[in-house]
């Protein structure tokens, strides 16, 4: 194992055993959420793995060492420091690790985390992706080059307007990565339970979320696999709302030059205040629905 993968007693011992374990990522708690919300949202969702059979593992990075599997109180830490924390992807790593810094993980980092650890499912928010205006900036999320490479399951509830979801989509087609609509023929998009976007296949149970996963890595085919689960009907945010918060942030992102790494936490963060409390309820229930549904599958995969 290497010297900086640090897992907890708990999930070293259920991944010993061939239980359950579902992946969790710490950018939502650090970057994505107001405190003390992220905290609670955060032992909420890892009671939800529980309650459904499986053990949950919140990843992060802690004084150079990649936890798979973090404490109630390192949660408590990681909300509590908020934005003050590192937003890790990829190329973050190295410096983080040498430097015994600490680093909340992104969908990228988490992925990566979660297979040196051996977990294979992963449940977040959403993903990020190719951004509105890539031809010209060239944003394209780590994530979407993760999903091509890292073998492991990821559920979310799609991917927010803020990006350009049908350039997504081309994206994760070109690099092989299937994305799967969990009852639904629709790209979710996060708040909303619409996109006008058709996902690759529809799969309406664990058990056959299961067996894809389990296909694909049987043929050695490298990479992950999307899963795109709907928010609830009742806690979906209208759509007209939701799409006029988009189009401010996205000109007021654009009217101060945001950029890089910033973008996606500067985008997000503008809708959350134009939006105020109902976003962030529609974002604690879908993760919460998204925990759930991974609890299910990782059981499923485990009984494969
Ligand atoms: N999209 C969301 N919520 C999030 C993120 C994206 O709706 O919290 C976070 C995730 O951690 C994701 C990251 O992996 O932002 C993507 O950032 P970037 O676009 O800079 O790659
Ligand atoms: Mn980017």
Redesign the pocket.
Known sequence: MNQYLSISPEVQEALQAGKPVVAL?S??IS??MPYPQNVETALRVEQTIRDNGAVPATIAILGGKLKAGCTAEEIEYLGKKGTEIT?A?RRDLPVLLARGADG???????MIIAAMAGIRVFA??????V?RGAQQTF?????LEELAQTPVMVI??G??S??DLGLTLEYLETKGVPVIGYRTDELPA?YTRHSGFRVDYRIDSPEELAAAFRAKTDCGLKGGMLVTNPIPEQYSMPEDVINAAIRQALAEADKKGVH??????FL?AKVKELTGGDSLEA?IRLVLNNARLAALTATALSEL
């Open positions: 990522e950018t939502i970057h994505g937003k992807s909340a993980t992104t969908v990228t980092t988490t977040t928010g959403g993903i990020g992706g951004h944003d394209i999320s780590a994530d979310c509830a991917a927010k803020i990006l996060f890089g790494k910033q973008c996606t936490p997000l974002n």
